[in-house]
């Protein structure tokens, strides 16, 4: 391995260097990335020692900004990470929900409580179930499942107030 052509502190270590690539390790806290990033090819210098002719187009003394081998590194990655959201959205597409949202959900728990359990329950039990659907992480959902069938919705309703039969 050969030295670093930069300080260790600034993160990055040169690993090897050839023609046409550069393999740098850049370290993030205590792991290390390590990439190989493509160097475009330079023009080779001038050997002749004659002057060059004058051109037809004004020299501009517009400064080419050089990119360094972090600079590289770091549009390398945000390019990869592009490319890996834009496949895991194609491959897990967001479902749509197609449950309402739990205020909701407990809204209309209670209202249909107060509408079918009116009859059979006192003031005093349908405060307390409607307590129960309010405070109980799932209790609407199951309230909402029961619904259907009288006999097992007035059981479950009686279980979550420990009301006991007489029977």
């Given at each position: 391995?050969?030295?670093?052509?930069?300080?260790?502190?600034?993160?990055?270590?040169?690993?090897?260097?050839?023609?046409?690539?550069?393999?740098?390790?850049?370290?993030?806290?205590?792991?290390?990335?390590?990439?190989?990033?493509?160097v475009p090819p330079k023009t080779p210098a001038q050997v002749s020692g004659r002057k060059r002719a004058a051109s037809a187009t004004p020299i501009s003394n517009v400064k080419k900004s050089r990119t360094t081998p972090a600079e590289k590194l770091f549009t390398g990655i945000s390019?990869?990470?592009?490319?890996?959201?834009?496949?895991?959205?194609?491959?897990?597409?967001?479902?749509?929900?197609?449950?309402?949202?739990?205020?909701?959900?407990?809204?209309?728990?209670?209202?249909?409580?107060?509408?079918?359990?009116?009859?059979?329950?006192?003031?005093?039990?349908?405060?307390?179930?409607?307590?129960?659907?309010?405070?109980?992480t799932f209790a609407a959902e199951g309230y909402e499942v029961v619904m259907e069938d009288e006999d097992l919705r007035k059981e479950w309703v009686k279980m979550k107030l420990n009301i006991l039969d007489d029977e």
């Open positions: 391995m050969d030295e670093p052509d930069e300080e260790e502190d600034s993160g990055e270590e040169i690993l090897e260097k050839s023609q046409d690539a550069l393999v740098c390790r850049f370290f993030l806290s205590d792991t290390f990335l390590l990439t190989k990033l493509q390019a990869s990470m592009e490319r890996v959201s834009e496949v895991l959205s194609a491959a897990f597409p967001s479902s749509s929900n197609t449950l309402p949202p739990t205020p909701v959900r407990k809204q209309t728990a209670i209202k249909n409580a107060m509408r079918l359990e009116r009859t059979w329950l006192t003031g005093r039990q349908l405060v307390s179930f409607i307590n129960v659907l309010e405070k109980e």
